[in-house]
């Protein structure tokens, strides 16, 4: 067995380890390799991957291509941990009808431009809700309509926690927040009720008119300032409010990670913080960053070394 199909057969139990449904890779994935080893490659390239799926037996009008090429895929980030010399096959070099969004992972400095930005909105009132917004979402991982449908009564001070309130999934849950979040919520309050003195809506975040906020308005806020701060300028989709949710569970799987915890007994935890209706959209974060999935592979070879012993 080549050094390919060693490293082919780890990744396939990592993978069926944290809950996937691996039958189509089970039975393409050896084909990739065993192309590969006949090309005398010790590694993926695009090169490779692009004749693989387009090899004459494949049917350009069918999914057979895109199916091959997402797999090819999934198995050069797995090697990208292993051999720096892996080529990733970009999106876009074969048709597909459907496809995960790629997440973007705000860096603290990303996160620090955006807070900064918001600041700089032409009110005081349109940049205290902006800023405490994005904060929120950064540092707990909720959901964008989760913050916006949030009411007044939904952050009990007394034991820091936030409501939220039949969330994606009709499920209702509290989230502990950190004393640095509930500060800055109680700041936003009381700037918001000096503003809006006869409120009309038991919202949290209102607007600039005292509405509850809609989706659009914080979408089209947080695109501009993206744009201005030249954040994501070279990603290969434009990052989305929704990412800061993405870079919440993937931060803190890292530092499980680099803790030394025990990451498969605290994903269910994540799970129910987040809101995940089922633990398998928990797992998809460890391959969502190629450094959480490199851990992840480390960890597994590391057990499988100790148990041979």
């Given at each position: 067995?080549?050094?390919?199909?060693?490293?082919?057969?780890?990744?396939?139990?990592?993978?069926?380890r944290l809950g996937y449904e691996l039958t189509e890779?089970?039975?393409?994935?050896?084909?990739?390799v065993a192309f590969l080893d006949d090309a005398g490659l010790e590694t993926v390239t695009v090169a490779a991957a692009l004749a693989w799926v387009t090899a004459p037996d494949v049917d350009p009008s069918s999914t057979v291509a895109s199916h091959r090429m997402t797999i090819a895929r999934g198995f050069a980030r797995h090697m990208a941990a292993l051999d720096p010399r892996t080529e990733i096959p970009p999106f876009g070099l074969v048709g597909s009808r459907r496809r995960r969004h790629e997440p973007f992972i705000f860096s603290p400095d990303d996160i620090d431009a955006l807070v900064t930005g918001a600041q700089s909105l032409r009110t005081r009132f349109?940049?205290?809700?902006?800023?405490?917004?994005?904060?929120?979402?950064?540092?707990t991982g909720m959901r964008v309509g989760e913050a916006i449908r949030l009411d007044r009564g939904d952050v009990v001070e007394t034991d820091a926690t936030l409501t939220i309130r039949e969330s994606k999934f009709g499920k209702s849950r509290l989230v502990p927040l950190q004393p640095s979040v509930l500060?800055?919520?109680?700041?936003?309050?009381?700037?918001?009720?000096?503003?809006?003195?006869?409120?009309?809506?038991v919202s949290f975040f209102v607007s600039t008119r005292g509405n509850r906020m809609v989706y659009q308005t914080i979408h089209a806020v947080f695109r501009?300032?993206?744009d201005s701060a030249g954040i994501g300028t070279e990603a290969a989709s434009p990052p989305r409010i929704h990412d800061l949710r993405h870079t919440f569970a993937v931060r803190t799987l890292l530092g499980w990670y680099r803790a030394g915890e025990d990451v498969d007994a605290r994903l269910p935890?994540?799970?129910?913080?987040?809101?995940?209706?089922?633990?398998r959209w928990t797992y998809w974060y460890l391959s969502a960053a190629p450094e959480l999935l490199a851990m992840a592979a480390r960890r597994l070879e590391t057990t499988r070394e100790a148990n041979v012993r």
């Open positions: 067995m080549s050094a390919l199909a060693d490293a082919a057969s780890d990744y396939l139990r990592l993978r069926n890779y089970h039975r393409l994935l050896p084909r990739f349109a940049s205290a809700t902006n800023e405490t917004v994005i904060g929120l979402l950064a540092t500060a800055a919520l109680q700041r936003y309050a009381l700037l918001r009720d000096d503003v809006h003195r006869k409120p009309t809506t501009n300032l993206c935890v994540l799970s129910t913080y987040l809101g995940h209706r089922d633990p």
